[in-house]
């Protein structure tokens, strides 16, 4: 079996997203999330929100 298959699956069964949209937030369980401060100097950020072609706003500031 291809393992990039494998990969897929199991991101996907352990964060509920598909690959190419893993949002921050809201996983199916606890999960760190480490941000790089220099995010916060940006006014607009655009982040995955679940889907491969689907984002969401958030403000850095």
Same mark, same amino acid.
């Given at each position: 079996?291809?393992? =990039? %298959?494998?990969? $897929? ?5 352990? %964060?509920?997203?598909?690959?190419? @949209? ?5 996983? =199916?369980? $606890?999960? !760190?999330?480490? %941000?790089?401060?220099?995010?916060? &100097? ?6 995955? $929100? @679940?889907?491969?072609? @689907?984002?969401? &706003?958030?403000?850095? !500031?």
């Amino acid at each position: 079996m291809d393992s =990039n %298959l494998l990969k $897929a699956d199991f991101i996907r069964q352990r %964060l509920g997203y598909v690959l190419g @949209g893993i949002a921050p937030i809201e996983h =199916n369980e $606890a999960l !760190r999330t480490i %941000l790089d401060e220099d995010l916060f &100097q940006i006014p607009t950020i655009w982040a995955a $929100a @679940g889907h491969p072609r @689907g984002v969401f &706003q958030s403000h850095g !500031r």
